[in-house]
Structure formats: structure tokens, C-alpha cells
């Protein structure tokens, strides 16, 4: 019996040519028997882009072929991006021109072929295929032109074409409105896209649809299906004793909740008490999804299908009905409730020394909150600790381990950003009334170091153990962005103090110790931030490399993330010995396309998230404009600088157009615009002043002028005039047909 994973391997080592079926069968001796599981094989290498199937209906390994398999991101001004999933040689994204995109649209998985390289190193391509719609739904503006014909442009200026509505299929929409429409027909090479109005959302400036439009636009699945509720109310709301039996008694241990005000799924529980031999023994428990959510029922493939729950300002669109996630699943106090226990003795320098991982069952004794516990241990808030005096010695032994598990950590080399993150407040309205600085209290921050070390503890177990399970990894970051970081802190006098090829991550952590409170502390730590990796889901541990671990995993959040749910079975199956070698082999197999997925996902939720928190930014500051603001650098770019307002943790961009006391050109290894008269230099993490020129709502941007340059331009010194920087897309803009004209070539794609 052939495994998928055989297959590939067998066309690499045996196969030199683009082949047909009955070739492939000749040349591998593929048994009778065995014949249709290899056709199946081949047919899903072809689906997932790891094959290639040419004329002839020949396949072929892409990597033999110059063909590439990745995302498309596309641009506004027509042109896109390919991410590959196998990376270049050359490192990067492939350039493909708008002429040769052929009808694949934003967030299309797809085929490229290289074309050429320029100089440079920029790789240019062709897209040949469409392996997968980035979905058949697409939210936008419902118009109709001159004619009375309807068409939808999309919301995202990514998606570079109007969607031609036909008559009757307007769904009730009136102009102006915002639908989410389905694609019915395709584009083609001789025609636009077809589709039906399916919903109509309404004023993009009611409340709530703002939320309804970015989740639209992410395909973001938000209601339920009712067999998955059905599945869910079936499990009932209480644990039965026949649930119970054999499992790990800690009903009677003391036992805490600690989660915002707000939370209403709490996955979470923690136990603590010092030991005989001056050591603390931690138990981390965490709510038994796997025990309730079986694979392939229908609340596993939805959660499956959603990857991880979403939060936004308003609401969350959760990865299981709240009867699951809000109920019997939730570690909700004075009730029963089914968890994986992770108990680890944990010595004075922090080191697990000694550790049992259960099936338990815990009692609650208290839901308490960040803001409470905080209260008790640094306020010392009399009233507090009266309420909680039974508990209140549990917190301080809490506060003495995390203390010495931070040091640790921090000993190790973790890298910690102490980057300020902003809170939005919203009213009824869904309205931003303020935004403030995100407080992380000591509360926080040891829930979050006893989380940490959970994950480590089981990774590293069930790596020991050889079981298949998915890892959070962090993989060391690429040579080339830390030889431009270096060259760029070298600028301040600082360096890593390491060969570039010899990097670990102490050295980063001790240059953020060095910099902390320094007027160059936020250039150097956003730019360190954005030379590291990505942190992505793994079926093999490769290591945490911002955590300094050499083992880590999700195992704490089973209820909004499906990667901590395919944990908690992995982790069940080791212990109990449960697989066999047949299944072990079939996950092992599955286990890459679920890492792949559930990062995807993971991605799509952060990009939804940032997206809307922008939107409600900018609409905050709708009624600002001519106001001054404090800000920092954030983003440095041949168009001009990203500031962020201190006051309101907004971002906007000075254009450089504004920029006009002087021909500003971009430096951009040192991050940098420098005037070429002046010498005025514009760096990445200064301080600077700035006025709100414009709110854009359409492009959702706001626009600001740098005070001194407004000043001098005002007096007369200089007047507006563009850049020689712009770039050459800025400048043509003027001469493309205005949107009226455009709206009119509905169907046809935008320039």
C-alpha cells in the first residue's frame, strides 16, 4: 500500500519526465491492488499544487518545470504577488505584471511559471493555473450604471474587478448599499465576473455593518450550522459520573479562573501549592474539548473549517456554538467540568524537574479576573483581599513562581517586545469612544509565563514520546533582513554582538535591555520585530526561536484554537497507547495540510482583526482633522512615513507629497527619507509633530502633515510639487479614467 508522501518521493527518485498514468504505473511496478489507492494519491498531489498535471494529461514535479504554487496578493494598481509555498532560491515573492495574471483573482491559490529574472534578483512570473478560488463570495458597494445594469465593486481594492449583476438577481439591493455577492460565473479571458446578490448588509455607516463587512471579506464562517448545534445541545449542559470514572480526581485541590472582565469561555485553570523541599507544584488545567468533539463529527470539521475564533471590538465569531464554548466546556466555577491536566514540579530556578500529565476533573472555586487579582497583589486593596482570604495565599505563592519563571526565561534569552498595544472602547454603537494603552498587570503576565510553560512541557513530552502532533515553531530569522538590521542599529552604536550565522536569541534580547528607555529604543524594537519570522503551526518540532525553546506547542486554548485540540488528542493517544501503527501513519500524513491550514486560518483572523481596529481608528478620527498630534515613525517608504499618534496609538502617512520643502529621497537600508537640499534626515522611531490633513474613509486611511514642512510651505517658502521619489504609479494616477468611467466597464478589470 502506497502513502501519499510514497508516491512523491517515488516520482522524485524514479521519475524523470513528465508521465501519463499508465506510464507512472509501468515505472513505479505499482501493484493491481494498489492501483486505485495511487490514482487517488496522485490526483490529491495534483489538488494540493505538489504535482503538476500538463497536456497530455501528463504530471510532473513543479520544481523540474519552473512552476511554483502559492498565493496570489494582488495590488489596486493591478499587478500582484505570488508567495511561494516551496521557497525560492533567491528568497522572496514572484512578480506577476497585471497582463499575465489570466483572470486569477486576490487570494487565488495558483500555479506560476517563472519567466525571468531581472536584475536585481526580482523573479517575474506567469500565472498557468488556478488550483483553488480564494471563494465564491465577495462583499461590496451594489450601483447600477447609466443603463439601470447592476454590478458590485468590491470592497477590497485588492480584488481588481466589478462583479456584473444580472436582472433579478439584485436581491433587493438598492444603490449604495453594501451586498455580499456570489460569484455564479468566473471571469474569463473574454468576459468579466457573474454573480447574485445574497445578502444585503446595508449603509456601510450603520452600526454593526462594519464588522459584517470584514468578516464577508475574510469568508469568515460566522453562523453555526444547526448539525453542529444539534451535536452540541446532545452533549447536555452538566458531566456525567459515567464521564468521570477513570479519570484524576482534583475536585478537592483549590482551584482559580483568572481571565478579563469580559470572557465568557474560560479554558483555563490553575492550581499551586509550595512543596515540602521549597519547590512548587503547578497544575495547569485546561478544558477536555477532545473528549466532547470527536473527529469528523460536524463540530470538529467546523472547527476545523474556522481554524480559531475571531475577536473584534464589537463581538466574536467563535470556533464552537456557544452551548459548547460558553457552556459545558467551559471551566465555570462551583461546577464539574472534564480537563487535561499538565502538573509540573517546578524547582527555584525555574526548571521542571518532575511532571504528570492526566485526564482530570476540577471544581472551580472561583472565577476571578485580571483587574482582581492584580488589586490583591500589587494594590494590596483591603476590601479585595477580605473577599478572597481563603485564596489570597494562593496568589502570593502564584506571584513567588512567576518571579522565578520569568527570570528563567529571561535568562534562557526569551525575547520579550514591550510594545505598547492599544485598547479600543466602543459604546453601543459600535463607535470608538477612546483608545487607551493595553495595561499588562502582573496578573497577565503570570497566567501567561504558566501557559508558557504548559506548552513546553507537553511538547517536550510528547516529542519524547514520538507522537504525531502539530508544534508552534519559530524559526530563526533569514540571514539577509539580520544583516540589514545589524547595518541599521550599527547607526545608534549598537551591534548583536554575534556572527551573523552564529545568532541566538539572547543576543537580541540582551540589545533590547541595552536600548530600554533610550530615545532609539522604537526604532530598533519595531525593526527587530520585523526581521523575525513568522511563528507558523509544524508537524515536527523545530523549535521555538523568539521563546528560546527548543520544544514548543498550543495545548491551553482547545476552545478558540483547533491546533490546541489536535494537541489534546495527539496527547491522549500517547498516553493511552491508543493508535495503531496504521494510524499513526495516516496522521502523520494529514497532520502537514492541517499545519498548513490552521496557520492560514491563524493569519486570516490577525488580518481581519488589524483591519476592522484600523477602520474604527479611522473613523475615530473623522472629526479631527486640523488637529496636532504627537507621533513616531513606525514605517519608512519611498511614498512617505507611517507615523503612530502617541495619544491615540493611530497610524497615518505623510505623504511625500506633502513633503514639499524639499526633494525627499528613500534610503532604504537605513530606513530613511533625507532631503537632498536640506539634509533633513526622517528615520524610523523619531519623534515627530504632526497635523490630521485628511480622514480617508474610502482608501480607510488617515492622512497627516508633518507641522514643521506644513509651516514652512504655508509661509511661502516653497510651494507643493511632487517628489522624485513618488513612485511612477503615483504620478500616472492622474490619467486613469475616473471612477464614473470605470463603473462603467463593469466586469472588466480596474486599472
Not at 508567495?83 to 533567491?90: D, F, Y
Not at 498557468?128 to 458590485?152: C, K
Not at 505623510?654 to 526622517?682: C, P, W
Not at 528615520?683 to 506644513?710: P, T
Request: net charge negative; glycine share 8%.
Amino acid at each position: 500500500m502506497f502513502s501519499r508522501d510514497q508516491v512523491l518521493a517515488l516520482m522524485r527518485d524514479r521519475v524523470h519526465h513528465p508521465a501519463g498514468m499508465r506510464e507512472l504505473l509501468q515505472l513505479l511496478k505499482v501493484p493491481r491492488d494498489d492501483r486505485t489507492s495511487f490514482k487517488r494519491h496522485i490526483k490529491s498531489l495534483v489538488a494540493s499544487g505538489e504535482l503538476i498535471q500538463i497536456r497530455g494529461h501528463r504530471f510532473g514535479l513543479p520544481e523540474k518545470m519552473d512552476l511554483y504554487v502559492g498565493r496570489l496578493q494582488t495590488h489596486p494598481a493591478g499587478y500582484g504577488f505570488v508567495t511561494p509555498e516551496r521557497p525560492l532560491e533567491t528568497g522572496g515573492d514572484i512578480y506577476v505584471p497585471a497582463p499575465l495574471l489570466n483572470e486569477a483573482m486576490h487570494g487565488d491559490r495558483v500555479v506560476v511559471r517563472i519567466e525571468r529574472v531581472k536584475e536585481g534578483g526580482r523573479v517575474e512570473g506567469r500565472v498557468i493555473r488556478i488550483l483553488e478560488r480564494s471563494g465564491a463570495w465577495i462583499v461590496g458597494r451594489y450601483d447600477r450604471d447609466e443603463s439601470g445594469m447592476g454590478y458590485v465593486v468590491p470592497f477590497d481594492r485588492r480584488v481588481l474587478m466589478d462583479i456584473f449583476v444580472p436582472p433579478g438577481h439584485e436581491g433587493g439591493a438598492s444603490p449604495g448599499e453594501m451586498v455580499s455577492v456570489e460569484i455564479t460565473r468566473w471571469p474569463t479571458s473574454t468576459r468579466g465576473a457573474v454573480g447574485r446578490v445574497a445578502d444585503v448588509l446595508g449603509d456601510i455607516d450603520a452600526p454593526g455593518v462594519d464588522t459584517e463587512i470584514i468578516i464577508r471579506k475574510y469568508n469568515i464562517p460566522d453562523a453555526h450550522s444547526d448539525e453542529a448545534i444539534s451535536e452540541a445541545v446532545r452533549l447536555g449542559t452538566a458531566v456525567s459520573e459515567k464521564d468521570i470514572r477513570g479519570r484524576t480526581d482534583f475536585r478537592g485541590v483549590p482551584t482559580v479562573t483568572i481571565d478579563g472582565e469580559h470572557a465568557r469561555d474560560f479554558d483555563d485553570a490553575i492550581t499551586i501549592e509550595k512543596l515540602p523541599n521549597g519547590n512548587y507544584w503547578l497544575g495547569v488545567h485546561i478544558a477536555d474539548v477532545s473528549h466532547y468533539v470527536h473527529d469528523g463529527s460536524a463540530l470538529d470539521r467546523e472547527a476545523y473549517e474556522r481554524g480559531t475564533s475571531v475577536y473584534f471590538p464589537e463581538r466574536a465569531v467563535h470556533m464552537f456554538p456557544a452551548e459548547l464554548a460558553t457552556g459545558l466546556c467551559s471551566l465555570n466555577p462551583h461546577v464539574d467540568r472534564l480537563v487535561q491536566s499538565c502538573l509540573m514540579e517546578v524547582n527555584r530556578h525555574g526548571q521542571v524537574v518532575r511532571d504528570e500529565l492526566h485526564d482530570g476533573v476540577i471544581n472551580s472555586d472561583e472565577r476571578m479576573t485580571y483587574t482582581a487579582v492584580n488589586g490583591i497583589l500589587t494594590d494590596r486593596d483591603p476590601e479585595l483581599i477580605e473577599r478572597y482570604t481563603p485564596l489570597v495565599p494562593m496568589f502570593e505563592t502564584m506571584k513567588e513562581l512567576f518571579v522565578i519563571l520569568n527570570d528563567a526565561r529571561r535568562r534562557r534569552g526569551s525575547i520579550d517586545f514591550d510594545l505598547n498595544e492599544a485598547e479600543v472602547i466602543v459604546d453601543e454603537g459600535g463607535e470608538v469612544e477612546a483608545i487607551i494603552a493595553l495595561q499588562r498587570n502582573v496578573a497577565h503576565r503570570l497566567i501567561e509565563e504558566f501557559m508558557l510553560l504548559a506548552n513546553e512541557t507537553v511538547a517536550t513530552h510528547l516529542e519524547a514520546n514520538g507522537a504525531p502532533a502539530l508544534y508552534r515553531i519559530h524559526e530563526e530569522p533569514d540571514v539577509m533582513k539580520v544583516s540589514k538590521f545589524e547595518d541599521f542599529v550599527s547607526g545608534f552604536g549598537y551591534s548583536l554582538g554575534a556572527p551573523l550565522t552564529s545568532l541566538r536569541p539572547r543576543h537580541f534580547q540582551k540589545l533590547l535591555q541595552r536600548i530600554e528607555g533610550k530615545p532609539e529604543e522604537k526604532p530598533i524594537a519595531f525593526l527587530m520585530l520585523r526581521t523575525m519570522q513568522k511563528a507558523r503551526y509544524a508537524p515536527e518540532n523545530l523549535g521555538h526561536f523568539g521563546l528560546a525553546a527548543p520544544s514548543y506547542t498550543h495545548f491551553t486554548s482547545p476552545i478558540r484554537r483547533y491546533p490546541d485540540l489536535v494537541v489534546h488528542r495527539a496527547l491522549r493517544a500517547s498516553r493511552h497507547a491508543t493508535l495503531s501503527a496504521e494510524e499513526r501513519d495516516e496522521l502523520r500524513e494529514e497532520l502537514p495540510e492541517v499545519a498548513r491550514h490552521a496557520s492560514e486560518m491563524e493569519r486570516r483572523a490577525d488580518d481581519a482583526e488589524r483591519e476592522l481596529l484600523q477602520w474604527k481608528k479611522v473613523k475615530f478620527m473623522a472629526d479631527k482633522v486640523g488637529d496636532e498630534f504627537h507621533g513616531y515613525v513606525t514605517g519608512v517608504a519611498a511614498f512617505g512615513l507611517f507615523i503612530e499618534l502617541v495619544e491615540h496609538f493611530v497610524e497615518g502617512l505623510v505623504h511625500i507629497s506633502t513633503m514639499a520643502d524639499d526633494y525627499y529621497r528613500f534610503v532604504e537600508g537605513a530606513h530613511l527619507l533625507r532631503g537632498e537640499n536640506t539634509q533633513k534626515v526622517y528615520r524610523l522611531g523619531d519623534k515627530v509633530e504632526v497635523q490630521v490633513v485628511r480622514v480617508n474613509m474610502e482608501l480607510r486611511q488617515v492622512d497627516l502633515g508633518l507641522i514643521e514642512i506644513l509651516e514652512r510651505v504655508r509661509s511661502g517658502a516653497q510651494g507643493p510639487r511632487r517628489s522624485r521619489a513618488t513612485p511612477k504609479h503615483e504620478s500616472r494616477r492622474k490619467q486613469r479614467p475616473g471612477r464614473r468611467e470605470r463603473e462603467r466597464l463593469r466586469g472588466k478589470k480596474r486599472r
